[in-house]
């Protein structure tokens, strides 16, 4: 057993801590000096370099040094399987988010190189993929307040996530926008698929842009209505309202560019 005695200066070269780091080791309990001499020096050995590892390892994998030393007096197998069982679980949600985080910025950037080729002066025809989204409750019946917590909810949920590629978008039934209301009756988000609650259908749709103003959208409504009359064409359940360009690109409300998509229904 190797005995000799290093200074905390010397220990801390040795183990590539600072002083510091060892002089809190020991105020807080979680690794102490060997001795500590009449003279107040503090003395460490070799011995306790594994338990010094140790300590270092599990810092390595995130765990705070109270939950380092709530463990340590009683590591085995079991428990520090558990152990790192929830920091991977820890480690795979952190790379998510920030997987997330990068589509998203991704999606901003191709959402703002994009809208440059948009025609707003046509209603198209267009063939769309299916897209899972995270929906709130029906809007239907509830209070303007309950309305503004759900759409809290769905724009925290985004945040939290890091899934804010997309705006915020809204749904309105088939029955008010054939009545000539645009009355929303859900909010949802775009998300990946283990965080969806709905399911937009993959089919045909009628898509029509506006540019301006949030609150003359309608208008837009109203074409795709007139274009599909013209057309003998059957509109789908729902409308999926979505910003392109929205309040975080643009300080004008004159440059929002709002996109409108209804599916048709098969004849």
């Known amino acids: 057993m190797n005995t000799k005695q290093y200074r905390i200066g010397e220990f801390a070269r040795l183990t590539g801590v600072k002083k510091q780091t060892l002089l809190w080791y020991d105020k807080i309990g979680l690794f102490s000096p060997a001795e500590v001499g009449a003279n107040g020096y503090r003395y460490y050995t070799l011995n306790q370099f594994d338990l010094f590892s140790v300590i270092r390892s599990f810092q390595s994998i995130g765990m705070s040094l109270e939950e380092i030393k709530n463990i340590l007096q009683n590591r085995n197998p079991q428990s520090s399987q558990k152990i790192f069982a929830q920091q991977l679980k820890k480690v795979q949600s952190e790379i998510t988010l920030e997987e997330n985080l990068a589509n998203s910025l991704q999606q901003r950037i191709e959402i703002i190189r994009d809208v440059k080729e948009v025609n707003t002066q046509s209603i198209r025809i267009e063939n769309q993929s299916a897209q899972f989204l995270f929906r709130s409750k029906s809007f239907k019946d509830i209070s303007q307040e309950e309305q503004a917590m759900e759409i809290s909810k769905i724009s925290n949920f985004r945040y939290q996530t890091n899934q804010?590629?997309?705006?915020?978008?809204?749904?309105?039934?088939?029955?008010?926008?054939?009545?000539?209301?645009?009355?929303y009756n859900y909010y949802y988000c775009e998300v990946r698929a283990e965080d969806s609650?709905?399911?937009?259908?993959?089919?045909?749709?009628?898509?029509?842009?506006?540019?301006?103003?949030?609150?003359?959208?309608?208008?837009?409504?109203?074409?795709?209505?007139?274009?599909?009359?013209?057309?003998?064409?059957?509109?789908?359940?729902?409308?999926?309202?979505?910003s392109l360009i929205d309040e975080t690109l643009s300080a004008t409300s004159r440059e929002y560019l709002t996109r409108v998509s209804i599916p048709l229904r098969d004849n």
């Open 164 to 183: 804010f590629g997309s705006a915020l978008g809204a749904m309105v039934s088939r029955n008010n926008f054939l009545n000539g209301k645009t009355i």
């Open 197 to 242: 609650n709905y399911i937009k259908p993959q089919g045909t749709y009628l898509t029509g842009f506006y540019h301006g103003d949030y609150r003359d959208t309608y208008k837009i409504y109203m074409e795709i209505k007139r274009y599909a009359q013209q057309h003998h064409f059957e509109l789908g359940d729902f409308s999926y309202e979505q």
